[in-house]
T-cell receptor
Framework: KNQVEQSPQSLIILEGKNCTLQ??????????LRWYKQDTGRGPVSLTI?????NTKSNGRYTATLDADTKQSSLHITASQLSDSASYIC??????????????FGTGTRLKVLA | NAGVTQTPKFQVLKTGQSMTLQCAQD?????MYWYRQDPGMGLRLIYY???????DKGEVPNGYNVSRLNKREFSLRLESAAPSQTSVYFC????????????????FGPGTRLTVL
């Protein structure tokens, strides 16, 4: 069964600190993995994407890593800001047939950054 | 570019009432999707439309119908609302040309928060 599990469920950190969010998946056939940021009351917005051959991708203070062998990904946030308070969702897509993708969403990690 | 827009933003229905959630995108994307998001669960696909004129069931289609009115618009209809359909509904669109396909991301609307009493 295709599954995406994220940990922790929630996290509270102080402004300026770093944090790492985890994503484990069992999705086949794997196509790519995205991290999304979802602000409260808004739709998800893509932060990074990694395909099978990519093991790291950065977007400003966000750095995602992918280990396709262990089927694990992490999202590292450096020097956190109050605006980083949001839910972070890991989404893995499976290439079910040519040009058609199935998206499996994790339940998200809710991050709260305190001043 | 407005991106993906959804109306209404909020809605309260009584059990048995019907309503249509509207979604429109101005990015000339081929594919469009309807998801629901419930506490403690990942987004779940209700229906999708790979291209204008086609629609297919997703993971949780029961109780819903969709219409791909044209390339821009994709609506979701609840014929007889039930309390189990209380959720936040997101519409998304995705381009299926240009970049290598895995890199074509889904763009999400702001969501419709639906409560069924």
């Amino acid at each position: 069964k295709n599954q995406v599990e994220q940990s922790p469920q929630s996290l509270i950190i102080l402004e300026g600190k770093n944090c790492t969010l985890q994503c484990n998946y069992t999705v086949s056939p794997f196509s790519n993995l995205r991290w999304y940021k979802q602000d409260t009351g808004r739709g998800p917005v893509s932060l990074t994407i990694m395909t099978f051959s990519e093991n790291t991708k950065s977007n400003g203070r966000y750095t995602a890593t992918l280990d396709a062998d262990t089927k694990q990904s992490s999202l590292h946030i450096t020097a956190s800001q109050l605006s980083d308070s949001a839910s972070y969702i890991c989404v893995v897509s499976a290439n079910v047939n040519s040009g058609t993708y199935k998206y499996i969403f994790g339940t998200g990690t809710r991050l709260k950054v305190l001043a | 570019n407005a991106g993906v827009t959804q109306t209404p933003k909020f809605q309260v229905l009584k059990t048995g009432q019907s309503m249509t959630l509207q979604c429109a995108q101005d990015m000339n994307h081929n594919s469009m999707y309807w998801y629901r998001q419930d506490p403690g669960m990942g987004l779940r696909l209700i229906y999708y439309s790979a291209s204008e004129g086609t629609t297919d069931k997703g993971e949780v289609p029961n109780g819903y119908n969709v219409s791909r009115l044209n390339k821009r618009e994709f609506s979701l209809r609840l014929e007889s609302a039930a309390p189990s359909q209380t959720s936040v509904y997101f519409c998304a669109s995705r381009r299926t040309s240009g970049l290598p396909l895995p890199y074509n991301e889904q763009f999400f609307g702001p969501g419709t928060r639906l409560t069924v009493l």
